[in-house]
């Protein structure tokens, strides 16, 4: 993990020392790795201590150094003279890490566009750095508990395949006719069929092989492994060339999601992604509004939609398409790459209309009946985006899975923007797509995670003043009023990184209200710190929305 605050991972370390009296971790016998003071000098240090031999420089900013001694000597007698030292800062042995550990999958070593070690003529690392990220997460849950749903509008799927984990409605009792949960849909125990109005689910072989991309078990000793292992998979039948039919597919996702967004989690489902490998090749959006204006409607319950792009070589910003020629904010547009990061030739781009590029070519994944096949097509790059979607779920601190459930739309859009800047930048791709790369699982998730970090601005606790921000979120112009009988003395804004990033000082004349204009402030979570006339001081978040 980074620590934007260097000061905050030391204070860290420095109290875990009080605690560790021993340390048996795995370590290279004669070995020490020390941290100077700000004042402390090496070569003092070993001079004092003639045991001592300078073995490596590690940062010489930082002031952190690879020490030897002789083997035979007692090491812990070492170390605790070491951490006595007064030029020492903190002293420890060089510990042995552990390689990174794969999952267990059968055919995960087939699997580049997840871990390319170049594999099959590949190029090492031409992948989303998936292992990496399951050091982080694997899926499944949020920090606060919710099971996280990925639905997938597709043709249909094998619901019983081994390698699959599909959601369930818990809320609904099968077969008695009854709209049980109150969603809208009558006995929907197992998702939604919108071709015909029904619940039964279809078999079919290519929604059971996006399904896989996205979240096919991992690490279960079988098959394959998906961007996430453990979130559910909602099926959904719906992608037909009938634009009513994929408006009721969505429409089914929006309702579950709604449910639960109105119930706080007690009916619904907590769906955080669409994915979407279908489309009207060449369809203008001006033709298609209603279809298009879902993605907004998703949105606004929080709901990001992944769709792939056109498998022609079009520019799709001159030729259009649906879906990836909407406009919606809440849509994330997929273009495919293959084993060596290049383009796929037939597959359609556009620096407007198209965001970014994820591996579609030679993908394998679930198929039916319970078996694995390679298929490819924008249609598999897309739901390596919707995995890693339904990973940063996974991922979000608290503070962020709360404040995305009170302004779901504002923080379904800051988890596509760190999809969209975690790309890997590739040669020729700037003007290709928006994003100019390709899927980084792992850059997105550390970066979204570090931003949100709980701890990242200082402030474990958000008190609760008498000072109230309104409105909240606010967009151009934000009143604060103080219901003390204190008059507000100044205001300090900072962001989530904990730059302080204005100042407002009003003396001792300040009234009870007052108004800032923040129209030119980026769109992303403040904290105001309000200090009254009395030096009482509170802190409260803000949220800052486009227009
Ligand atoms: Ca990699
Ligand atoms: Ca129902
Ligand atoms: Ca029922
Ligand atoms: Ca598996």
New binding site residues.
């Given amino acids: 993990m980074k620590c934007l605050l260097k000061n905050i991972c030391i204070l860290f370390f420095a109290f875990n020392f009080t605690l560790i009296a021993q340390d048996n971790s795995a370590h290279i016998k004669g070995e020490a790795l020390v941290m100077l003071n700000k004042t402390g000098q090496l070569d003092k240090l070993l001079n004092n201590n003639t045991e001592l031999h300078l073995k490596q420089v590690i940062s010489k900013r930082s002031g952190i150094y690879l020490l030897s001694f002789d083997s035979l000597l007692n090491e812990q007698t070492i170390l605790t003279k070491l951490r006595g030292n007064s030029e020492i800062y903190i002293a420890q042995f060089n510990h042995i890490t552990q390689s990174r550990s794969l999952p267990d999958d059968l055919q995960f070593g087939v699997q580049y566009a997840l871990h390319n070690t170049g594999q099959s003529g590949g190029t090492l690392d031409a992948d989303i750095d998936a292992p990496e990220a399951w050091d982080i997460t694997t899926g499944g849950l949020t920090s606060a508990g919710d099971s996280i749903v990925i639905a997938i509008v597709d043709d249909g799927f094998q619901l019983t395949h081994p390698d699959l984990n599909f959601w369930k409605n818990n809320f ?9 949960d109150g969603n809208g849909y ?2 929907d ?1 197992k998702g939604w069929n919108a071709v015909n109005n029904s619940n039964s689910i279809v078999l079919a072989q290519h929604g059971t092989h996006v399904a896989g991309i996205a979240a096919a078990r991992g690490n279960n000793a079988m098959g394959v492994s998906g961007v996430d292992w453990k979130s559910k998979i909602m099926p959904v039948v719906g992608s037909t060339i009938l634009e009513s039919v994929a408006i009721a597919a969505y429409t089914y996702v929006l309702e579950c999601r709604r449910l639960y967004n109105e119930t706080s989690g007690a009916k619904g489902a907590f769906v955080v992604v669409t994915n979407s490998s279908f489309g009207v090749n060449q369809g203008q959006p001006a033709n298609f509004p209603l279809w298009c204006a879902m993605y907004d409607s998703l949105g606004k319950q929080g709901i990001l939609s992944v769709c792939a792009t056109a498998n022609n070589n079009w520019d799709i910003d001159v030729i259009g398409d649906i879906p990836t020629a909407c406009t919606s904010n809440y849509m994330i547009t997929v273009a495919s790459t293959n084993r060596n990061d290049g383009r796929v030739t037939t597959s359609a781009y556009g620096t407007n209309s198209i965001d970014l590029a994820a591996p579609g070519s030679a993908i394998l994944s679930t198929y039916a009946t319970n078996t694995y096949t390679t298929l490819s097509g924008t249609s598999m790059a897309s739901p390596f985006v919707a995995g890693t979607i339904s990973l940063m779920y996974a991922a979000a601190c608290d503070s962020f899975i709360q404040l995305y459930k009170q302004y779901p739309d504002s923080f379904a859009m800051e988890v596509k923007n760190f999809i969209i800047n975690g790309v890997d930048q590739k040669v020729g791709f700037d003007t290709l797509y928006f994003s100019g790369g390709r899927l980084n699982a792992h850059t997105s998730i550390v970066d979204f995670q570090n931003y949100f970090n709980c701890y990242s601005v200082g402030l474990k606790k958000i008190e609760k003043g008498n000072f109230i921000i309104s409105p909240n979120p606010a967009m151009d112009k934000l009143t604060i009023f103080n219901n003390d009988s204190n008059p507000i003395k100044s205001i300090k804004v900072i962001d989530v990184t904990g730059k302080t990033i204005s100042l407002l000082n009003f003396g001792n004349n300040n009234s009870h209200k007052t108004e800032i204009n923040i129209s030119n402030w980026d769109n992303g979570v403040y904290y105001l710190q309000f200090t009254d006339i009395n030096e009482n001081s509170t802190t409260q978040k803000l949220v800052k929305i486009g227009s």
């Fill in positions: 609904e009792i099968a077969s008695n006719g009854i709209d049980d009558i006995d125990t």
